[in-house]
T-cell receptor, first 113, second 113 residues
Framework: GDSVTQMEGPVTLSEEAFLTINCTYT??????LFWYVQYPGEGLQLLLK?????DKGSNKGFEATYRKETTSFHLEKGSVQVSDSAVYFC????????????FGKGTTLSVSS | DGGITQSPKYLFRKEGQNVTLSCEQN?????MYWYRQDPGQGLRLIYY???????QKGDIAEGYSVSREKKESFPLTVTSAQKNPTAFYLC????????????FGNGTRLTVT
């Protein structure tokens, strides 16, 4: 079945460092791809999405490009801030009506000043 | 503002008791979902509903039950048959279409002792 694999954390960075969180997927057809962020004690918030190959999603300095050839959707940010400390989830939505999103296990990011 | 409301934020129950978690949305979304989150496990799908009076089991439905009598409401009951009910429960909704993102509530943390 469809699945999402993302790099295990925690990822620990200093402020202004470059961030990459790897995400690869297995799916039939052409899924939509998402990154969500979760702050402590809260629900998940959509960070960005891409719905077809070569699309780039971007928001708040974060970017991810839908790469069909490598089945990847890596999250990047050029300069992280302490406020970016959170758990990041990669997810896919199969291209079928009536299906739910499938999530990776999450990657914890900790940024220190 | 439209959104998803989960209540209560914290819930404590004794083992052997059933407990119902509330989820209400005013986004006018047809589809609603319940996920369970455990440390290091990511999000796992419990139940989802595409339309009023209809719902489907997710990956870990055993020990849970739901109802969908109104479009706005999708309560989850954790029964005494659920062997390990202590977890963080997240409710979500979305518009039709694979490219539509999930909108999440802020979750209910259930502790059963």
């Amino acid at each position: 079945g469809d699945s999402v694999t993302q790099m295990e954390g925690p990822v620990t960075l200093s402020e202004e460092a470059f961030l990459t969180i790897n995400c690869t997927y297995t799916a039939t057809g052409y899924p939509s791809l998402f990154w969500y962020v979760q702050y402590p004690g809260e629900g998940l918030q959509l960070l960005l999405k891409a719905t077809k190959a070569d699309d780039k999603g971007s928001n708040k300095g974060f970017e991810a490009t839908y790469r069909k050839e490598t089945t990847s959707f890596h999250l990047e940010k050029g300069s992280v801030q302490v406020s970016d400390s959170a758990v990041y989830f990669c997810a896919l939505s199969p291209n079928q009506a009536g299906t739910a999103l499938i999530f990776g296990k999450g990657t914890t990011l900790s940024v220190s000043s | 503002d439209g959104g998803i409301t989960q209540s209560p934020k914290y819930l404590f129950r004794k083992e052997g008791q059933n407990v119902t978690l509330s989820c209400e949305q005013n986004l006018n979304h047809d589809a609603m979902y319940w996920y369970r989150q455990d440390p290091g496990q990511g999000l796992r799908l419990i139940y989802y509903s595409q339309i009023v009076n209809d719902f489907q089991k997710g990956d870990i439905a055993e020990g849970y039950s739901v109802s969908r009598e109104k479009k706005e409401s999708f309560p989850l009951t954790v029964t005494s048959a659920q062997k390990n009910p202590t977890a963080f429960y997240l409710c979500a909704s979305r518009e039709p279409g694979g490219g539509s993102p999930l909108h999440f509530g802020n979750g209910t943390r259930l502790t059963v002792t």
